[in-house]
């Protein structure tokens, strides 16, 4: 059994999909927080057989959870205050998502405009369709990863 | 500038504000020489990032027709970009310059990017395959004026379907309008895109969808053609095949309601027999006289010139 000491301010991100957690370490910028994250991978979890999980350490509002819905809206958020749990947040498709994903487009002038902002805007939100705020090329293969 | 307002899709402006500029534009039909002074002292920039000669110079006589005058380039190699300058860039240095500025860019969204960073008003004056609103705006005051109203028709689009930028924008623009019924005619290859007709769906509006241009010519009430492209094909087979299903002639017309317009984006290559040229339906150049109508009246709108 691993053990994890308790945060005292911070987020739990919970029911990660196994696998995934070191795309939301990169794409939440946790690599420049100079405090406690722990990342526990391939966790046992009966609802899912293997989870990621993972534990930061910072004021709750210094992150932007925006993107945790985009690559995956089943995660869990647990939002922990002098050490207790003092809310769940659940997670809604972002209305407009920047810099996590590239368009695709070679037509699209963010393929040669220099410092242009990727901008995606939710044009679909039953199909969890977003398109590019410049061309509208559809993005839609859930693939965060490619920024 | 105070209220600062862009073009950069045709759906920018609501039903209510395309009926004010239609009624300007409507205004200028009637009298041009009361508008010969409205913009005078003002200038227009014409960015044209790629060559075209009807809509450039469409836009430089609307403002000479309203006594401002034009600067601007025709292509990209006559321009800073080509030394790399960013459009972002550029734009901020019209805007030292002129009072409203049309662009046109093969790459998407420049315009976009253009009125981001822009002081003056940007008209998109088409984006690659994107969009084209004034065209549109084009479209919609040919109509307008034809016919004395936008709704309540049966709208026949014809040839290529599937890669017309200005026949997917016209369906947008039209389809917020009462009583729309489409009908597509169109080779299975050259078809709207899927996207298209499930807003049509989402929205309850009737289409149909046919291949042969005869057998639905009686029902229509405008016939909207364009060209249907060789290289769209991927043979040559088909191309022979299907080419001629879409060539509007006499005896295709002979099938058409008394008052069924012709209308067409231009350039026309075959697809409109020339016979047809001197049919009081054909109202492919009278389009292009809109085309400058609605461009003098969105200048002054922009601006904010009454």
């Known amino acids: 059994m691993l053990n994890i000491g308790k945060i005292e301010e911070g987020f739990v991100l919970d029911h990660i999909q196994a696998g995934k957690s070191m795309q939301i370490y990169r794409h939440l910028g946790l690599d420049k927080l100079d405090s406690t994250v722990a990342i526990i991978k391939n966790a046992k979890s009966q609802a899912m057989g293997k989870k990621d999980i993972l534990k930061v350490e910072c004021d709750i509002d210094s992150l932007n959870l925006d993107v945790l819905a985009y690559i995956d809206h089943n995660i869990t958020v647990n939002v922990i205050k002098d050490g207790e749990i003092i809310e769940k947040r659940s997670l809604e498709l972002p209305k407009q998502i920047t810099g996590v994903i590239r368009c695709h487009n070679p037509r699209c002038i963010s393929s040669i405009e220099q410092e242009l902002p990727q901008i995606f805007y939710l044009a679909d939100e039953a199909n969890e369709i977003y398109r590019c705020r410049y061309c509208d090329e559809k993005y839609s293969e859930g693939d965060a990863s490619s920024l | ?306």
Not at chain 2, 4 to 29: K, Q, T, W, Y
Not at chain 2, 82 to 89: C, L, N, Q, R
């Open chain 2, 1 to 306: 500038m105070e209220n600062l307002r862009h073009l950069m899709n045709p759906l920018d402006f609501s039903v209510e504000e395309l009926e004010d500029l239609f009624d300007l534009a409507g205004e200028i039909e009637r009298d041009m020489e009361g508008f010969s002074h409205k913009c005078d002292g003002k200038i227009l920039a014409t960015c044209f990032y790629e060559p075209s000669t009807r809509t450039r110079l469409s836009f430089e006589t609307a403002m000479l027709r309203l006594g401002g005058k034009c600067l601007g380039f025709a292509d990209a190699t006559s321009s800073s970009a080509a030394k790399g300058e960013s459009v972002a860039d550029t734009i901020r240095v019209i805007s030292c310059f002129a009072d409203i500025c049309a662009m046109r860019h093969p790459k998407e969204g420049a315009p976009m990017v253009a009125a981001s960073r822009a002081t003056i008003p940007v008209i998109n004056a088409g984006d690659g395959g994107h969009q084209h609103p004034t065209q549109t705006l084009t479209d919609l005051l040919t109509i307008r004026s034809l016919y004395g109203k936008l709704s309540n028709f049966t709208i026949g689009l014809c040839g290529d379907l599937k890669f017309g930028r200005t026949v997917h924008s016209l369906i947008n623009a039209l389809s917020r309008y009462e009583g729309i019924r489409f009908i597509f005619i169109s080779p299975k290859e050259l078809r709207v895109p899927d996207y298209i007709t499930e807003m049509l769906r989402q929205k309850n509006i009737p289409y149909e969808e046919v291949i042969k241009l005869e057998e639905i010519m009686p029902q229509l009430d405008f016939l909207y053609m364009t060209r249907v492209q060789k290289e769209r094909f991927f043979n040559e087979e088909d191309y022979i095949r299907l080419r001629n299903f879409y060539i509007l002639d006499k005896e295709k017309m002979a099938l058409a309601k008394e008052k069924m317009f012709i209308l067409h984006p231009l350039p026309r290559v075959n697809e409109i027999s020339v016979e047809l040229d001197d049919d009081p339906r054909a109202a492919y150049f009278r389009q292009v006289q809109y085309g400058l109508y609605v461009r003098m009246a969105l200048i002054l709108t922009l601006l904010h010139i009454q």
